[in-house]
């Protein structure tokens, strides 16, 4: 395995999506649409944790979640472990926004993929199949990715 895999797939999905932002007009801007994924991948999670999680501070991170909530794709909620803290969560229209952003950007790609051979196009279907599987297994085994419910 070349000691390289990481930081060349992190380069080539960072220019993949750079390439479908440039290509696409998505209903949110990015940062928000990273903002609004995370939230969806945890299921709920503290604005200290979403700062942390983005590394930015905490005034940041809440102006970001009151930007989401004004728009209607997020909730805020007493903590029932803390009541002095709120979990920030997805709603559904939040859920239909970001699943259509991913859907943009993602037609945005597909006629650069209709372009690959069959072999090519199954090669990167198993590849992601292993990411997901990838991601999956680090998240499950890191106590600070699991989700936070």
Sequence with gaps: MSSTLG???LSVVARLNRMANQRVR???PFAQARLLSTIDDRGEAR???LAALDHCSQPTMTTQVR???DAGMVTRTTDPHDARAVLIRITEHG???LRQARADRGAAVDPYLEQLGEA???CL???VRVMHRLIDEATSASPTAQKSH
């Design 7 to 9: 930081s060349d797939l």
């Design 26 to 28: 998505i209903p949110l």
């Design 47 to 49: 604005i200290s944790d």
């Design 67 to 69: 930007r989401l909530e």
């Design 95 to 97: 859920r239909n926004t």
């Design 120 to 122: 090519d196009r199954a």
């Design 125 to 127: 279907t198993e590849a």
